[in-house]
């Protein structure tokens, strides 16, 4: 069976800079999420058993999301600059391993997994996927599942249905209505989580809703039909158009071990050259597919 791997490496950046103290090269470069990032990496390397691995990433342009919302993510603290000293050298360090590297200006991480996973299980693949994040849950069918990475949770069709009350699809349809705070989306006022269970199993999706509003108006008079909409395009997965994959780009390439040695010793992180040796070695003797 064909399996690929995806990681929301933007989430796993901000975790690895949280997770560890401050670390840095004698020289005062900040490399703490650096470190745990890599390690994280070549944990789920091992793991997985599969040479087909790709890493996703925020683009640091704005949103589409941010454009239709200037309140979007509007709580959230900037990012520290320590932290953005790192990103480019985590994207440096997982080419040279061979990681295919994806972003796309205007989309989030979470976007790109989106259309990555359509396009993986179009050929053939099961796509195993690790991310925090309750948006990607859409995405959990029966060749997908969703692993979380700080809990260790897996999340299958069972387990969301379980936690959430409503099939993975119809995640963004309850989030759109019941809000995400994390996110800064309002939601509808007066709607919980059960409440959001029982509007969807009685119009089975927001765009149902917003088809009859003036019916589900009546009994929740809050309600505002765009701002509704609004949340719903805000959790909703928007796949880039103008981003393009082939069965081929989601597979790793050979190390460059000769350069990816030298930055590390750059890094002052000579424990990560043996464990770069070894997962090299161990990925040459799996096969591609």
Same mark, same amino acid.
């Given at each position: ?7 929301? $490496? ?6 690895? !800079? ?7 090269? &004698? ?12 390690? @994280? ?26 454009? @239709?919302?200037?309140?979007? &993510? ?52 099961? /796509? ?9 849950? *859409?995405?959990?069918? *029966? &060749?997908? *599942? ?16 379980? =936690? ?22 309002? $939601?509808? =006022? ?22 009859? !509003?003036?019916? !589900? =108006? @009546? ?16 959790? &909703? ?38 464990? /770069? ?7 040459? *003797?799996?096969?591609? !597919?």
């Amino acid at each position: 069976m064909k399996v690929l791997c995806l990681l929301d $490496g933007s989430a796993f950046i901000y975790r690895s !800079f949280f997770a560890l103290p401050p670390l840095s090269t &004698k020289d005062g470069f900040p490399t703490g999420a650096i470190y745990g990032f890599m390690r @994280a990496v070549l944990h789920i390397l091992k793991a997985e058993k599969t040479r087909c691995f790709v890493v996703a990433f925020d683009h640091p342009a704005p949103t589409i999301r941010k454009e @239709a919302s200037s309140t979007y &993510k509007s709580k959230r603290p900037s990012m520290p600059d320590p932290l953005r000293l790192q990103i480019p050298v985590i994207k440096e360090l997982l080419k040279l391993l061979g990681i295919p590297v994806i972003e796309v200006p205007g989309y989030e991480a979470d976007d790109v997994i989106g259309y990555i996973t359509e396009r993986a299980l179009s050929f053939g693949f099961s /796509v195993r996927i690790y991310s925090p994040d309750k948006d990607i849950l *859409q995405l959990v069918s *029966q &060749k997908v *599942q969703v692993i979380n990475p700080i809990s260790g949770e897996v999340f299958d069709i069972k387990r969301v249905e379980e =936690k959430f009350g409503v099939k993975p699809h119809l995640i963004p349809h309850l989030l759109a209505l019941v809000g995400d705070q994390t996110d800064n989306i309002e $939601g509808v =006022k007066g709607i919980g989580k059960k409440t959001a269970i029982k509007v969807l199993e009685k119009y089975g999706s927001i765009e149902n809703i917003l088809r009859n !509003f003036d019916d !589900f =108006k @009546a009994s929740f008079p809050h309600a505002d039909r765009d701002k509704l909409e609004l949340s719903y395009y805000l959790v &909703k997965l928007q796949p880039p158009p103008e981003l393009t994959i082939e069965e081929d780009q989601l597979c790793m390439k050979e190390p460059n071990m000769e350069a990816l040695k030298a930055k590390l010793l750059e890094l002052e992180m000579k424990s990560l050259i043996k464990d /770069v040796e070894n997962i090299s070695k161990v990925l040459s *003797q799996r096969e591609l !597919f």
